[in-house]
């Protein structure tokens, strides 16, 4: 799959997630067909129409509103950002920054020279996020909060407007 791997139309974009009831987004079937591993792929009916929850402490990782089908983060094949807290995991899982690197350095010079290069990259078409992110879309949104993390700010809301490059 590439690329222009047709995206099935967004009907229920903010899916409340059947296990935590929070909002979730939907993901395109590359997403699926990437990261669900063979296994639990194998029963699933079809790899269009999924959300992503994003909910910290809710194993599902995707339902699919209209069938009822649920994809545990055990079923995926990279470890989800929103879903842990090791200092190791990758933000960016196209260019494979983690969470300590990019506070390491935002500790160390202040500025996260590490943003601005997944920006660059992703402005020249470098990103393959559908493929790599279990949330389907760029990692800007996280990147910011992680860097918020490291400046001693948990309290700002998360913003993903706007900083987004590639949507
Ligand atoms: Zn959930």
Known sequence: ??????????????????????KSRSVSPATIGSLVT????ARLRSLAGFQFCAT????????????????????VSVPI?????GQERLVCYCFGYTVEEIQREFRTTGISQIATDIKTK?????????????????????????????AGDNQSPPSDAGSCCCQ
């Open 81 to 85: 950002f929103q879903k842990g807290t």
């Open 38 to 41: 063979p296994a639990a792929r």
């Open 122 to 150: 992703c402005t020249q078409g470098l990103d393959d996020c559908a493929h790599t992110n279990p949330q389907g879309s760029c990692c800007l949104g996280n990147i910011q909060r992680v860097i918020r993390e490291a």
């Open 56 to 75: 910290p402490k809710c194993d599902v990782t995707y339902f699919h509103p209209a069938n009822g089908e649920t994809v545990m983060a055990a079923e």
């Open 1 to 22: 799959m590439h690329k222009s791997f047709s995206i099935s139309p967004v009907v229920n974009r903010e899916a409340a997630c059947p296990r935590c009831g929070q």
